[in-house]
């Protein structure tokens, strides 16, 4: 889990939040907030991969492959050959409150 007075953490609440937003819709299309929101994720696992080079704990190794797996859940979820999977894209949002608690 990320303690909660990371900006890692205020990073995955503000895309678990427009993921909320989004799924609240029950959206047939993929909208502006769930691009915005793996825009988040994807920088926060850019600042995780950071801080692994940079010598990081075997927390924050652990915690980047948590983010790949979210991060993949939620582009299977926008990238389906017909329609959208809300199944996938609410997966990945879980897999993200899971990790900030």
Partial sequence: MIHRD???HETLGEAIAQLDTFLEGQP???G???FSAMRLVVH???ETIRRVRSGGS??????LVHLNSALSMLASGELPVVGI??????QGRDALARLIG
């Fill in 6 to 8: 990371s900006t890692l």
């Fill in 28 to 30: 047939s299309e993929i």
């Fill in 32 to 34: 502006e907030e769930l």
């Fill in 44 to 46: 926060a696992r850019d």
């Fill in 58 to 63: 075997a927390e924050m190794s652990a915690l």
């Fill in 85 to 90: 999977r809300l199944s996938r894209i609410r």
